[in-house]
């Protein structure tokens, strides 16, 4: 039985575990960060499971793919920005909070690999049916590979121009 929401994807799930850490680490930058670095760092964490949720609920598998790529982007801006903090002094490095952000990064590279392929499947399904259903019903036309000896007729008039 396949998964009918979201929510029972594990990359969903971890990537709402890896915003809640965010958000903690956020709340305990200096106060003048907090329009600055601290909300980019909430907005960007939120979009890695937001994203995940919305691919999911779009109608085809390119879409999906399309916001997988999406959230692999708002990871690596966490990742960048988790590592500006650090390397500013606002907190401390943690290895837990690196390992769960490769992780994450890990499993949306894993689930696009998936969904590409059953994509490939499809479009090579899809390509040899209808090439099957084209080569029983097509009636080759005849042709005449000689070149014309009088040009086409045309039904048009050639245009006056204000040079005339």
């Known amino acids: 039985m396949g998964i009918k929401t979201y929510r029972e994807l594990e990359v969903w799930q971890l990537a709402m575990s890896l915003a809640e850490d965010v958000y903690g680490i956020s709340a305990s930058l200096p106060a003048d960060e907090k329009y600055a670095l601290a909300s980019q760092l ?8 937001s994203n995940v ?5 779009r109608d ?4 999906f793919l399309h916001f997988l790529a999406m959230a692999r982007g708002s990871l690596f801006e ?10 500013l002094g606002y907190v401390p490095a943690r290895v837990d909070l690196n390992e769960k952000a490769e992780r ?15 994509l490939d499947a499809a479009n090579l399904a899809q390509c040899s049916t209808s090439y099957a259903s084209r080569a029983t019903r ?15 007729a045309t039904n048009h008039e050639p245009r006056a121009t204000s040079n005339d």
């Not at 949720?53 to 609920?57: D, H, I, K, M, S």
Request: proline fraction near 7%.
């Open 42 to 49: 909430r907005r960007v964490a939120v979009s890695i499971p």
């Open 53 to 57: 949720a919305e691919g999911f609920g």
């Open 60 to 63: 085809t598998t390119k879409d």
């Open 78 to 87: 966490v990742m960048t920005q988790l590592e500006l903090a650090v390397r």
């Open 104 to 118: 994450v990064g890990m499993m949306l590279n894993a689930l696009c690999v998936r969904l590409r392929g059953r």
């Open 138 to 152: 097509h009636v080759p036309r005849a042709t005449n590979h000689e070149p014309r000896a009088t040009p086409r």
